[in-house]
């Protein structure tokens, strides 16, 4: 049973930081894609991030050179570092996990993911 649970999220001033976690659980794959997701209020879900698991990351437009996604070496947990926080960046972050390397622009897609953690809130004012 796959199991994702979100942690990190809160409120912050615009500018500043937040690192979000994923605790990954019953996802033992030796190929697999991770990513994080967001959906602001009144919009669709947006791609935020993704990596697989040779190690390449790629980030929406929006995010880059702010935000930075990475794993632990273990594969239990995944993060998200935010910076240079913006009010658009104002939603609910959620963490994806799908059981192959994606690469490219698959590893944006929602279509991409099998499993899916409930959401962790982030509010930048």
């Known amino acids: 049973h796959v199991q994702l649970v979100e942690s990190g999220g809160g409120s912050v001033q615009a500018g500043g930081s937040l690192r979000l976690s994923c605790a990954v659980s019953?996802?033992?794959?030796?190929?697999?894609?991770m990513a994080w997701f967001r959906q602001a209020p009144g919009k669709g879900r947006e791609a935020v991030a993704g990596i697989n698991s040779a190690g390449n990351a790629l980030y929406a437009d929006s995010v880059l050179s702010r935000f930075t996604i990475s794993e632990d070496s273990a594969r239990n947990t995944l993060f998200l570092q935010m910076n240079d926080l913006l009010p658009e960046d104002t939603a609910v972050y959620s963490c994806?996990?799908?059981?192959?390397?994606?690469?490219?622009?698959?590893?944006?897609?929602?279509?991409?993911?099998?499993?899916w953690g409930q959401g962790t809130q982030v509010t930048v004012s």
């Open positions: 994806a996990a799908a059981p192959r390397r994606w690469y490219g622009g698959k590893l944006l897609l929602v279509g991409s993911y099998d499993y």
């Open positions: 019953g996802f033992t794959y030796s190929q697999y894609s």
